[in-house]
């Protein structure tokens, strides 16, 4: 049972902050990359930022500069730190974890989604 816990998502008003968390738990071998992906009404989920177990990390062009993701050693804490935020931002987020099962199978994870918006 592999379990994604998010948090930190709410209003905000155009050009302020706001940091999601997400917590991974459960029984696995190891996990391989831990991305932030979002999906605006209408619109498909992209990914917003990705940091792999290695650290490299991976961003969509429209946040780079503005959002940093960061992670703890196990990768099973990675936060999104988002700043200067715009209204175009506003979207469900949603943690995604990419993991080995075992030694030889791996799998995507979801967590719920945490709602953010930008407005004034």
């Known amino acids: 049972q592999v379990q994604l816990v998010e948090s930190g998502g709410g209003l905000v008003q155009p050009g302020g902050s706001l940091r999601l968390s997400c917590a991974v738990s459960g029984n696995f071998f190891s996990i391989i990359q831990v991305g932030w992906y979002r999906q605006a009404p209408g619109k498909g989920r992209e990914l917003v930022a990705m940091v792999n177990r290695g650290g490299a990390t991976n961003y969509l062009d429209s946040v780079k500069d503005r959002f940093t993701i960061s992670r703890d050693n196990a990768l099973s804490a990675v936060n999104l730190q988002m700043n200067s935020l715009k209204p175009e931002d506003t979207a469900v987020y949603y943690c995604?974890?990419?993991?080995?099962?075992?030694?030889?199978?791996?799998?995507?994870?979801w967590g719920q989604g945490t709602q953010v918006t930008v407005s004034s």
């Open positions: 995604n974890a990419r993991l080995y099962e075992n030694r030889f199978t791996w799998d995507d994870y």
